[in-house]
């Protein structure tokens, strides 16, 4: 996984009882992009170090916009 | 106080292909609750006994499946010298019992919400001693001597 510095983390959550979260990654720690990352969470504004996993995908600024202007109204 | 003040203990991982039977064998043989998923070295999950009870022993789920099914994905972790305040922020906002410590970006530790609360219980305590003589003692000097040693 590789990401940038305003890229939006989405988790999906994949067991019973976890939620989606979502988030924007405020620092990468890791050499090229590579996590872990330092992600300001949409929830609470707390931000956190965080390694993803699968459950996890990593959205651009555009393509987040994109997204949010395909979802239905 | 830091996290790393608290009493935490060295991190025991797993490796994201083993099966869930090594991973409760691991568990038992180490005598911790939970491990730490790692995928080339890189945390990617944490499981705990529990998960395997859940997520494997009720949904009759084969003891030879790799352990990353059934692990909760993502490490939500902290730095070792972060403070217990952030500590105690994360447990409550992510709904988590256990956060890896990392140094240098790699996990060094393992601190659970137990450890923190009998850490803070402790340091509570003995705040609340000095503060019981100085309550009974108000002035300097007023402490009772120290019952002479028979010789």
């Given at each position: 996984m590789k990401a940038s510095v305003g890229d939006r983390v989405i988790v999906a959550g994949r067991?019973?009882?976890?939620r989606r979260r979502t988030g924007r990654i405020v620092?990468?720690?890791?050499?090229?992009?590579?996590?872990p990352y330092r992600v300001e969470w949409d929830e609470d504004g707390r931000t956190t170090l965080y390694f993803p996993s699968y459950d996890c995908r990593v959205e651009s600024p555009s393509e987040a916009t994109s997204n949010e202007s395909r979802a239905p109204s | 106080m830091r996290v790393a003040d608290l009493t935490w203990r060295a991190p025991v991982t797993i490796d994201c292909a083993d099966p869930i039977l090594k991973a409760a064998q691991t568990l038992s043989e180490a005598g911790v609750g939970s491990l730490v998923v790692v995928d080339g070295g890189r945390p990617v999950g944490i499981v705990t006994d529990r998960d395997i009870v859940t997520r494997c022993v009720a949904e009759r789920v084969?003891?030879?499946?790799?352990?990353d099914s059934i692990m909760s994905m993502g490490v939500v972790a902290l730095d070792a010298d972060a403070d217990v305040e952030e500590l105690y922020a994360v447990f409550a906002s992510h709904a988590i019992r256990r956060v890896p410590l990392v140094e240098d970006d790699r996990v060094v530790g393992m601190v659970t919400l137990d450890d923190a609360i009998v850490s803070t219980a402790a340091a509570l305590n003995d705040l609340a001693g000095v503060f019981s003589r100085q309550i009974a003692?108000?002035?300097?000097?007023?402490e009772p001597a120290a019952p002479a040693v028979p010789g």
């Open positions: 067991h019973l009882g976890e620092e990468v720690r890791g050499v090229d992009g590579a996590p | 084969e003891p030879d499946t790799r352990i003692f108000p002035k300097a000097g007023d």
